[in-house]
């Protein structure tokens, strides 16, 4: 028996509320950044087993996926120049510490 | 041979998650990220799985490969004190853990009872031509796009994380 | 050259221009023989217009623009020429000319002297607009114009209290009469179907006569508000803070004319009116007497002449109650002449003594000021209405038609104020020129006046002479066929023989000679003692010198009460109004500082609003999907 489509959507879905989770509840900004990885990887093996699995033609959904990891890899390094700019400001990367833009 | 697809799958999963949750529980910021590692790799696993080869690469090289590395230059760059692990949550943590469950359950079980439509899987042999020509020859032009988008992140992080000269070190004005 | 006629306010309107723009820095003291000069062009082209009116050319409108054309209502930027608007052409241009040149004299020390000259042909423009116009809205424009040319000019000297004052009073009691043209001109509308004379004049028989009674009371009451009449007299006196010149041009001889002009070219409408005619003679008569006895006891030279203007307007408009309106434009143009003479020559006296205008400390003038003197004396020979001088012939067919029409009573009113008319110019006359100087400085200082001031008023000595023969013989004068068909009411047409006439000139002449010789005798001779008179009728001349307390009335009921109303205004604009839109400032400011604690600054907030959004859109979507919502 071939593992079911929807085994993988619930562990896709699981993981992206871990995630999700992870970024509504940690302190560390650095954390946080990892967790918004785990996100995309949920998203990722979404995209990848509804485009293996749902008998279409092309690999489009694989296509998105490379974008995806393309998109990922840009993002963490934008946002780890900013936490270390953050970081130089005041040497500190819990944001709740950071409320300069209140108001 | 199911059986071991299904082994597998399980292990796989589980790895999965339980990497997730130990990426947003621990409390050390080095344990996290190599959770992290471990959660990409069984990502890839997955990937391995459902047959898409290059896919499953990619993940591992990007991934596993670059994004690890630059996380633990985030966490090397950035220490913090040892902290206790009552400061380990925001303060919206209890508002915030309603409205995640709020949004989760619904999806969860939807995903959980999720069936296929289609019946019978298809299978390609191997994800490699097929991608290759959509990125290549479909795509091209996206592809292209997204490596200025990498040029420009690239740039904007350099931009980003430079230090103002105010020193008398830092040559000509 | 009728076709070209509206060049004859143009001129003026770009010497008011030029000036305007250029006068201050570069022009300077070129700004008046500008003005002059292109008053004097007019003055030339009006003269042309003139005798081409009377060479035999029908009423002829000249269209220059169709201003307003919406359905029925249709107004034209038009003139009417007819023999009317002709001589009034004539009088303000030739008029104005001379007050032009005058004032290049006159106001050559004056640092505004550019700021004059700018206003001074804006005037004469608006002024020409209302004689020209074919249609009440035109000349409501020209109305307008001059209200506000003569508001500019009284308070020429702002930077003192009393003519900013005065300013303001004659603009406000203007606007009182504005009122009442402004319904004189709707209804006239709303009756008719059109404001435009000739349409209007031809379609009379479509009202009623209570309607049309409203209407030329209407319009009447605007002409009180402009030529000075009561209850709307009393700015005109203190209308004197303005420079002699303004009084001569504006206070007496046009703008104060345009109320008279308004009812003359209404007459179709007055004369089908019944009661209005009465009314307008009634008030023009009391008017008369009353402006008389107050100029009886003032000191200051140009207020005397500034009641008699009242005065002799009051004449105007009694004649043209008792169905006499050729004999008031009779009036109205012989008394332009000699009254702007008698103001500018007062100026000339002003002048000379250093700008002193009180007649107590004048005294023996005609000796120093010869041509100022005989001029002033023709003038006001002419203002006592003393044959053959133009006054004479007008007056006297004014009070000769009341006789005629049947007012005993008016026409009584008309020659006793004739006597005091003769009275109080004699009173002025020998104060001035006569008797011993009474300020020995001033008089040394005195001098004549040059020539630019002295000419203007020998030409209107001139005219003071011969002007009335234009009205010669009696009631069948060239006058009297030139502008009678214009207005000459219908069925009036009688002529009585010339032996009443000649008694009735023969009363108003007498009560005049009276009138002077009183005069002489109490200030040349002092028989009897004008203070002991004075004295003895000392309530009378209380009343008389405070002007009937007209003023102080005015003060405590009207000003008062709208002082009030305005505060009541004002406190509404501030508290509700402002209020308002300050309260809804607050609100928007109140908003905004409440939303604004949705930016916490805390980025895992922003994060967690993501969420809830995505929670909103799930159930909203689940909401779709279950069928709860559509």
Known sequence: ????????????????????????????????????????????????????????????GSVFVVFVFVVAAAEVAVGLAIVLAMYRNRPTVDLDEVQQMRG | MDGIGTALFAVLALGLVGGGLAVVLVNRITAAALFMAFTFLCNAGMFLLLGAEVIAMFQVIIYVGAITVLIIFGVMLTPQGDRRYGLFFQKQTPVAAIVLAAVAIPVVVFAFSFRDPTGAPHLAPGDLKALTTSIFVDYAVPFEIASILLLAAMVGAIVLVKRESDDAAGGER | MVNLVWAIPALPLAAFFVNGLFGRRWLKQATGPIAAGAVGASALMATAVFLEVLGGRAQTTVVLYQWIGVGDFR????????????????VVTVVSFLVHVYSIGYMSHDHGFHRFF????????????????????????????????????????????????????????????????????????????????????????????????????????????????????????????????????????????????????????FEAAGPALPIVAAVGALTAIFAATIALVQNDIKRVMAYSTVSQLGYMFLALGVGAPVAAMFHLATHAFFKALLFLGSGSVIHGMQNEQDMRKMGGLRRKMPVTYWTML?????????????????????????????????????????????????????????????????????????????????????????????????????????????VQLHGAAHHPEYTVIAALAAVSVAAGLIGIGIGLAMYRGRRPDPAAVARLTRPVYRLLVNKYFIDELYDRRFVAFFTGFGGVMSAFDVHIIDGFVNRLGWVVSAAGGGLRRAQTGVVGNYALSVVVGLLALMALYGGYAVGVLR
Request: hydrophobic residues 60%; negative net charge; aromatic residues 12%.
């Open chain 1, 1 to 60: 028996m071939t593992i079911p489509l929807a085994a993988f959507i619930a562990v896709s879905a699981l993981l992206f509320f871990v995630g999700a989770a992870g970024v509504l509840v940690r302190r560390n900004a650095v954390v946080i950044l990892m967790c918004v990885e785990l996100m995309l990887n949920a998203a990722n093996l979404a995209l990848v087993a509804f485009s293996r699995r749902l008998g279409l033609i092309d690999e489009r």
């Open chain 3, 75 to 90: 107004i034209d930027i038009a003139a009417l020429v007819d023999p009317l608007s002709a001589v009034m052409l004539l």
């Open chain 3, 378 to 486: 023709v003038a006001g020979g002419a203002l006592a209405a003393m044959p053959p001088l133009a006054g004479f012939w007008s007056k006297d067919e004014i009070v000769g038609a009341a006789f005629l029409h049947g007012d005993t009573l008016l026409w009584g009113v008309g020659v006793f104020t004739g006597a005091l008319t003769a009275f109080y110019v004699t009173r002025a006359m020998v104060l001035t020129f006569h008797g011993e100087p009474r300020d020995q400085h001033l008089y040394d200082h005195a001098h004549e006046s040059p020539a630019v001031m002295t000419l203007p008023l020998i030409v209107l000595a001139v005219g003071s002479v011969l002007a009335g023969f234009v009205g010669f013989p009696p009631e069948a004068g060239f006058i009297h066929g030139f502008i009678g068909p214009v």
């Open chain 3, 118 to 269: 700018t206003w001074l042909p804006l005037f004469v423009f608006a002024m020409l607009i209302l004689v020209l116009a074919d249609n009440y809205l035109l000349m409501f424009v020209g109305w307008e114009g001059v209200g506000v040319c003569s508001y500019l000019l009284i308070g020429y000297w702002f930077e003192r209290h009393e003519p900013s004052v005065a300013a303001k009073k004659a603009f406000v009691m203007n606007r009182i009469g504005d009122w009442g043209f402004t319904i004189g001109m709707v209804t006239t509308f709303l009756v008719f179907g059109s404001m435009n004379f000739v349409d209007v004049f031809h379609r009379v028989g479509m009202a009623s006569q209570a309607v049309l009674t409203v209407i030329c009371l209407a319009f009447f009451l605007g002409a009180c508000g402009k030529s000075a009449q009561l209850p709307l007299s009393s700015w005109l006196p203190d209308a004197m803070e303005g420079p002699t010149p303004v009084s001569a041009l504006i206070h007496a001889a046009t703008m104060v004319t345009a109320g008279v002009y308004l009812v003359a070219r209404s007459t179709p409408l």
